[in-house]
T-cell receptor, first 113, second 113 residues
Framework: AQSVTQLGSHVSVSEGALVLLRCNYS??????LFWYVQYPNQGLQLLLK??????LVKGINGFEAEFKKSETSFHLTKPSAHMSDAAEYFCAVKVDSSYKLIFGSGTRLLVRP | EPEVTQTPSHQVTQMGQEVILRCVPI?????FYWYRQILGQKVEFLVSFYNNEISEKSEIFDDQFSVERPDGSNFTLKIRSTKLEDSAMYFC???????????FGNGTRLTVT
């Protein structure tokens, strides 16, 4: 069975600082991995996806994530945080044999001025 | 950019009543989904729908739930007899293929009193 663990329910950074949101997955078969962002009172918006083409994936708004099979990780990073990045971020996993996305519990990113 | 639209944004109903949550997926998408997020908990998969039938469902999606694509544009989730624990944010999503990223609507907040 697949699962996703996001370490840290809340992460607080200063504006301009590095953002690192952690995601570890469990899957017995090659996974598809996704990061979604949720702004208040809105739906889930796709940030980026890993589908085995390249281990370093670039997404929207300056975010990127690196797939590390040896560490079963897919951490999300951004070199310099902006106030507008404050939101909740969800990591999700999917496999070929299933239609469903399995989400992590989410990490709320707070950006301090 | 095309988007998934959900109505209503907020639905309040009494326990035991039937509710229908409505969604208009992106027009050229073929796969449709419902997810829910109970306050403070993970986003959970409910059901996927393709080619006019359910392709996968979770253990949450019991006999109280049903989905329908009544015409070429709408996709609905019906809860026959609502319970207090059905209170949650319900997200509709669609995708162009089974492995494409999901596009989510802004959700319907269902409150059962």
């Amino acid at each position: 069975a697949q699962s996703v663990t996001q370490l840290g329910s809340h992460v607080s950074v200063s504006e301009g600082a590095l953002v690192l949101l952690r995601c570890n997955y469990s899957s017995s078969v090659p996974p598809y991995l996704f990061w979604y962002v949720q702004y208040p009172n809105q739906g889930l918006q796709l940030l980026l996806k890993y589908t085995s083409a390249a281990t370093l994936v670039k997404g929207i708004n300056g975010f990127e994530a690196e797939f590390k099979k040896s560490e079963t990780s897919f951490h999300l990073t951004k070199p310099s945080a902006h106030m507008s990045d404050a939101a909740e971020y969800f990591c999700a996993v999917k496999v070929d044999s299933s239609y469903k996305l399995i989400f992590g519990s989410g990490t709320r990113l707070l950006v301090r001025p | 950019e095309p988007e998934v639209t959900q109505t209503p944004s907020h639905q309040v109903t009494q326990m035991g009543q039937e509710v229908i949550l409505r969604c208009v997926p992106i027009s050229n998408h073929l796969y449709f989904y419902w997810y829910r997020q109970i306050l403070g908990q993970k986003v959970e998969f409910l059901v996927s729908f393709y080619n006019n039938e359910i392709s996968e469902k979770s253990e949450i999606f019991d006999d109280q739930f049903s989905v329908e694509r009544p015409d070429g544009s709408n996709f609905t989730l019906k809860i026959r007899s609502t319970k207090l624990e059905d209170s949650a944010m319900y997200f509709c999503a669609s995708s162009g293929s089974g492995n494409s990223p999901l596009h989510f609507g802004n959700g319907t907040r269902l409150t059962v009193t």
